[in-house]
């Protein structure tokens, strides 16, 4: 009777303690939950205020390429699967996947539990309403169609994309940030109210909400406070995102100077694309920090090689001996910090990324050998029409740059200068341009996508010949080699037919600046901004 009344005052004591243990763990949580929400040093709070270059024509990334664009919504959206800090691509809506059947089956598997920001969760026919409609409108997904058979539902949250032929790159093109490429999951109650028209609503799975856009104006985003992150370690686009901001409001800045003002004094919280000559403003101001993004892009020659005279690999190969790569960069951008000359068509940092691809012929500049090259192919003189926009800086001045040395080697250059619809406008047509100097981003995701503009069937070359046909033959085995390694080998060869045929030249790579006010803490450099995992110091 006596050890009984003991061990229940035994076990009434030990209740006692566990209550005591667990009410003591409730109030430190709660009292970190307090600090989270009022505490000096809490990152949750405030908004985030950012100064855009330019305004997008619209907010639906299947439907333009404009880069504006999905500066903004990526924070609304997001994609099976998101690039690394390596550019390789995660996966991030996906839970995981696996290729089968030697590279013509990818089967995926999704995370369970993801919410719209309309409460609804995420399943495999939202997947497959978003794909279908990729497919049909986004330049990726055009990318693809040719190659692709049919999507299969397996369960709420298992599909299988299978394909008529090996596809290789499958999970990089889904995963690309470039020209708006990527395949973001929308409800599939959304597209089926918008169809192939412009989507004007925007409910997506991101830490940020859509919540308004004033066109050439501002847009506003709010945190969705069910978001639901994916909990891998943060590594540029991928890992887990936190929304600290309870607004961003991305606001479109066209002037230079209003976006550098603003940011001084504190309006903004960060300004894009700062010109490289305010470096030293920037970086001696105590209130700034300048971000530098690399790697960022290469500026490129587009060559008409479809029309005379450069369906002549002489003259290709003249136009190459003609450009001193580093003077270029010395007068187009000034400021070493910011460019190099390096010839591989991926750069430093990448998996694509190859040191010796251009041996020879790349940032040779030997203006005597170009004259006897132009000699060799019987080049008469008649003018080179250089094709250029004149919105963009860089774009302009290397334009101007690049008539004066070609000039120099014996080249008679008529340069014509227009908005960037007009030049694209004319570019896509086989006749009256035979240069255009244009912007490569470096952050590419797959080499499979430069065979858009290298083979015979690219957009703007209109090259068509015995090379361009062996170039297709490179891609085309390229496109079915599921090995990394022996794929690397065949993305050399194409490095090598590149600098062998010259259908286009890189010049220099550069990179643009970014400013951010000190009161914007935990912002990673990439190849877009963005603003999760980042917080507003408190004062």
């Known amino acids: 009777m006596k050890n009984k009344r003991i061990k229940t005052i035994l076990n009434f004591v030990l209740t006692m303690i566990i209550a005591a243990v667990f009410v003591a763990c409730s109030s430190e949580k709660d009292g970190e939950n307090e600090k989270q929400v009022s505490g000096k040093d809490n990152k949750f709070g405030g908004i985030i205020v950012v100064a855009q270059k330019m305004t997008p024509p619209n907010l639906d990334s299947d439907k333009s390429t404009a880069w504006e664009i999905s500066e903004i919504m990526n924070h609304v959206y997001e994609g099976l699967f998101e690039f690394d800090a390596n550019y390789e691509p995660q996966p991030y809506l996906a839970e995981s996947y696996k290729v089968e059947e030697n590279g013509k089956v990818y089967t995926v598997k999704l995370r369970k539990g993801v919410l719209f920001h309309n409460g609804k969760e995420m399943t495999t026919e939202d997947v497959k309403a978003s794909f279908n409609r990729w497919m049909k409108n986004n330049q990726g997904g055009n ?241 080179i029409v250089l094709l250029n926009g004149q919105d963009d800086k860089v774009e302009k001045y290397g334009a101007i740059a690049l008539k004066a040395q070609l000039e120099k080697a014996g080249f008679n250059v008529e340069l014509e200068l227009f908005d960037r619809p007009t030049v694209v406008e004319r570019r896509f047509k086989k006749k009256g341009w035979n240069v255009n100097l244009s912007i490569f981003h470096q952050a590419c995701p797959d080499p499979q996508v430069n065979g858009a503009w290298t083979g015979t069937n690219a957009w703007v070359s209109n090259w068509d010949d015995d090379d361009s046909h062996a170039m297709d033959e490179i891609f085309a085995r390229m496109m079915k080699e599921t090995d990394k390694k022996k794929r690397f080998e065949i993305v050399k060869e194409f490095y090598s037919k590149t600098w062998e045929t010259l259908p286009y030249i890189k010049t220099f790579e550069f990179s643009r600046m970014h400013a951010r006010n000190q009161n914007l803490k935990g912002y990673k450099t990439f190849c877009q901004p963005f603003f999760w995992n980042t917080w507003i110091e408190k004062k």
Request: with cysteine; proline share 6%.
């Open 143 to 383: 990318m693809i169609a040719p190659y692709f058979d049919k999507l299969e539902v397996i369960n709420p949250y298992e599909l299988k994309f299978i394909f008529k032929e090996a596809y290789a790159p499958f999970i990089s093109v889904l995963g690309s940030y470039v020209s708006n490429q990527k395949f973001v999951v929308r409800p599939k109650e959304l597209i089926e109210k918008y169809g192939d028209n412009i989507i004007r609503e925007h409910i997506g799975t991101g830490p940020y909400k859509f919540i308004e856009w004033i066109q050439d104006q501002q847009v506003v985003l709010e945190r969705f406070d069910n978001y639901v992150p994916n909990d891998k370690p943060v590594s540029g686009f991928a890992g887990k995102r936190t929304a600290y901001a309870d607004k961003i409001i991305i606001k479109s800045v066209s002037e230079q100077a209003t976006r550098l003002a603003g940011v001084q004094t504190g309006e903004f919280q960060f300004a894009e694309e700062i010109p490289q000559d305010q470096y030293e403003i920037v970086n001696n101001d105590s209130n700034l920090t300048p971000e530098i993004v690399k790697p960022d892009a290469g500026l490129m020659v587009i060559i008409n090689c479809g029309t005379p005279p450069f369906d002549n690999k002489k003259m290709r190969r003249a136009l190459a001996y003609a450009i001193d790569m580093e003077e270029f960069g010395r007068t187009v951008i000034g400021n070493e910090k910011f460019w190099s000359v390096d010839g591989s068509l991926y750069p430093k940092g990448t998996v694509w990324y190859e040191e010796n691809s251009a041996a020879g012929i790349y940032n040779n500049y030997d203006p005597q050998k170009a004259k006897d090259l132009l000699k060799e192919a019987g080049y008469d003189g008649t003018p």
